[in-house]
């Protein structure tokens, strides 16, 4: 699986954004997530979501803000993270993960084991 990861970008306080995962390369089901880092500190789990789509995890950061979805199409699947109401504390490098084991992705902790983008930077000013 190769993840390319867009539409980070910089917003007020208040704004939104959506950033999208192009995911290629996968011939299995497997599930994707969004985790997100600041410098110096571990990459925190955002949101994930199964193979179908129909079922989601949040972190409690997140929860009602954010909205994980994803397409699946033969050659190319898509994730996507709706953030709404975006806070300061939101700032952060955003990554994409899939978890070629398991149809819903499995850790709420950075695993080398699974496959990661190169990320996209969102940062929200106050």
């Known amino acids: 699986v190769q993840l390319v990861e867009s539409g980070g970008g910089s917003v007020q306080a208040g704004g939104s954004l959506r950033l999208s995962c192009e995911a290629s390369?996968?011939?299995?089901?497997?599930?994707l997530a969004w985790f997100r880092q600041i410098s110096g500190k571990e990459r925190e789990f955002v949101a994930a979501?199964?193979?179908?789509?129909?079922?989601?995890?949040?972190a409690d950061s997140v929860k009602g803000r954010f909205t994980i979805s994803r397409d699946n199409h033969n050659t190319k699947n898509i994730a996507y993270l709706q953030m709404n109401d975006l806070k300061p504390e939101d700032t952060a490098h955003y990554y994409c993960?899939?978890?070629?084991?398991?149809?819903?992705?499995?850790?709420?902790?950075?695993?080398?084991?699974?496959?990661w983008g190169q990320g996209t930077q969102v940062t929200v000013s106050s």
């Open positions: 993960s899939a978890d070629p084991l398991h149809e819903l992705y499995s850790s709420r902790t950075f695993s080398p084991a699974n496959v």
């Open positions: 390369g996968a011939f299995n089901t497997y599930g």
């Open positions: 979501i199964n193979w179908a789509g129909d079922t989601t995890v949040y």
